[in-house]
């Protein structure tokens, strides 16, 4: 063993009696302290004189001071320990985890890929981790964060900060003009709320996130939509307007079964038309209820904390994918 290392190995067991002598400077309070016998605390010190090369102590009377040579390691000392305790700290913490629930309020169309994504990406380095899941309408989501029903809630609009709760935005997606594949409107690239002014609208119910933002997008157009119908589920929305019933406003669908027309399905089959709008988008984000330090769960915090820092970067590919318009195959 080099030199050097050799010395630290001597050291290293005689830290923590180093710097409670380096506080109290008394050899037997010391020992009480640290619950050793007196005559331990002595040996450690000596052989701590001894690997270092020069005394680190001195009697004074009944007590002991510091040598200058021990006043300039002390520093040193309590660093090393403080550092070493930070690690066992994030142990323990990460031991907790595996052992612990995240609960989790989210609307539904994030079931399908943003809250997987998320949670694959925390299980990869907490496997043990147990997750509770409530989805449902975004008032509700945020009626439970607030409750204590759920520790985060993922929502869009995401929620405003506020006196007892934070909030932190993850990505942006567009909002489309869905209608059947056979509607005059449906081979355009782009298109204007005029032109669906005087067709049935399937809407979701008040109190969806979706809603309020069709809704401000009524408004900027000047008109109220005539609603045919209302849902709780975008699926059902989509699959109406794949039936000729209505046009809606939803984000990019995924592969549904009325994307692709096929003889089973007889003329059901839907198409997504960018919107001529500034709003037409939608902001999703993440909320947590401000909480003091010691009084929020471990598994919560560690959640929220990748989901901030990391959600963004892994849920790009969710605003890459919903870049081309999808129509229906033939």
Same mark, same amino acid.
């Given at each position: 063993?080099?030199?050097?290392?050799?010395?630290?190995?001597?050291?290293?067991?005689?830290?923590?009696?180093?710097?409670?002598?380096?506080?109290?400077?008394?050899?037997?309070? %010391?020992?009480?302290?640290?619950?050793?016998?007196?005559?331990?605390?002595?040996?450690?010190?000596?052989?701590?004189?001894?690997?270092?090369?020069?005394?680190?102590?001195?009697?004074?009377?009944?007590?002991?001071?510091?040598?200058?040579?021990?006043?300039?390691?002390?520093?040193?000392?309590?660093?090393?320990?403080?550092?070493?305790?930070?690690?066992?700290?994030?142990?323990?913490?990460?031991?907790?985890?595996?052992?612990?629930?995240? =609960?989790? =309020?989210?609307?539904?169309?994030?079931?399908?890929?943003?809250?997987?994504?998320?949670?694959?990406?925390?299980? #990869?380095?907490?496997?043990?981790?147990?997750?509770?899941?409530?989805?449902?309408?975004?008032?509700?989501?945020?009626?439970?964060?607030?409750?204590?029903?759920?520790?985060? #809630?993922? %929502?869009? !609009?995401?929620?405003?900060?506020?006196?007892?709760?934070?909030?932190?935005?993850?990505?942006?997606?567009?909002?489309?003009?869905?209608?059947?594949?056979?509607?005059?409107?449906?081979?355009?690239?782009?298109?204007?709320?005029?032109?669906?002014?005087?067709?049935?609208?399937?809407?979701?119910?008040?109190?969806?996130?979706?809603? &309020?933002? %069709?809704?401000?997008?009524?408004?900027?157009?000047?008109?109220?939509?005539?609603?045919?119908?209302?849902?709780?589920?975008?699926? %059902?929305?989509?699959?109406?307007? &794949?039936?000729?019933?209505?046009?809606?406003?939803?984000?990019?669908?995924?592969?549904?079964?009325?994307?692709?027309?096929?003889?089973?399905?007889?003329?059901?089959?839907?198409?997504?038309?960018?919107?001529?709008?500034?709003?037409?988008?939608?902001?999703?984000?993440? =909320?947590?209820?401000?909480?003091?330090?010691?009084?929020?769960?471990?598994?919560?915090?560690?959640?929220?904390?990748?989901?901030?820092?990391?959600?963004?970067?892994?849920?790009?590919?969710?605003?890459?994918? #919903?870049?081309?318009?999808?129509? !229906?195959?033939?």
């Amino acid at each position: 063993m080099e030199p050097d290392r050799k010395q630290l190995a001597q050291l290293l067991p005689l830290l923590p009696v180093l710097a409670e002598l380096g506080r109290t400077e008394h050899v037997t309070e %010391t020992a009480e302290l640290l619950g050793v016998p007196q005559s331990t605390v002595s040996r450690a010190l000596a052989r701590a004189s001894a690997a270092v090369g020069t005394e680190l102590l001195v009697r004074d009377g009944r007590g002991v001071r510091l040598t200058p040579a021990a006043r300039t390691l002390l520093p040193y000392i309590e660093q090393a320990l403080a550092e070493f305790q930070a690690g066992l700290d994030l142990v323990r913490n990460e031991s907790e985890v595996v052992r612990g629930t995240v =609960s989790v =309020s989210f609307q539904h169309t994030f079931g399908e890929a943003t809250l997987p994504l998320l949670i694959s990406a925390f299980r #990869a380095r907490h496997p043990g981790t147990g997750f509770r899941l409530s989805q449902g309408a975004r008032s509700s989501c945020l009626e439970e964060l607030a409750s204590g029903e759920a520790d985060l #809630a993922l %929502t869009a !609009p995401v929620a405003p900060p506020g006196k007892n709760l934070d909030s932190a935005p993850l990505y942006r997606e567009p909002l489309r003009l869905v209608v059947h594949h056979s509607h005059p409107v449906a081979r355009q690239r782009m298109a204007r709320l005029a032109d669906i002014r005087t067709e049935p609208f399937v809407a979701l119910g008040r109190g969806y996130g979706l809603r &309020s933002l %069709t809704d401000a997008l009524f408004r900027e157009a000047g008109y109220r939509p005539r609603i045919a119908f209302e849902s709780q589920d975008s699926h %059902t929305v989509r699959g109406l307007v &794949s039936a000729g019933l209505g046009v809606s406003i939803l984000p990019p669908g995924g592969d549904a079964p009325g994307r692709t027309l096929r003889p089973e399905t007889g003329d059901l089959g839907w198409v997504e038309v960018a919107l001529d709008s500034a709003l037409a988008f939608r902001e999703v984000g993440v =909320s947590w209820r401000r909480r003091k330090p010691e009084s929020e769960p471990v598994p919560a915090r560690l959640f929220r904390d990748l989901v901030v820092a990391q959600g963004p970067g892994l849920l790009a590919g969710l605003v890459t994918r #919903a870049g081309p318009v999808a129509r !229906p195959g033939r």
